[in-house]
């Protein structure tokens, strides 16, 4: 799986910090860190930060080590 956050859409509300901590981090006001790739067991906790962005900032795409399809 590969996550993308449009950061030009992000207004830092951070609740993908909330759903999801080992995923992403919000330094400051307006730096967000985050995984790009992250490992499988994760995501549950990326499919709630996904949910949970008020802005629809973050997306969840397949990844060819997860047996889908891009």
Same mark, same amino acid.
């Given at each position: 799986?590969?996550?993308?956050?449009? /950061?030009?859409r992000?207004? +830092?509300?951070?609740?993908?910090?909330?759903?999801?901590?080992?995923?992403?981090?919000?330094? +400051?006001?307006?730096? /967000?860190?985050?995984?790009?790739?992250?490992?499988?067991?994760?995501? +549950?906790?990326?499919?709630?930060?996904?949910q949970?962005?008020?802005?629809?900032?973050?997306? /969840?795409?397949? +990844?060819?080590?997860?047996?889908?399809?891009?």
């Open positions: 799986m590969r996550v993308v956050v449009d /950061l030009n992000c207004q +830092g509300y951070a609740q993908c910090c909330y759903a999801a901590p080992d995923a992403f981090v919000l330094h +400051g006001h307006e730096i /967000l860190f985050y995984d790009p790739a992250p490992p499988a067991e994760r995501r +549950g906790a990326i499919e709630r930060a996904v949970a962005c008020p802005v629809r900032a973050i997306r /969840l795409q397949a +990844g060819a080590d997860d047996g889908e399809t891009p």
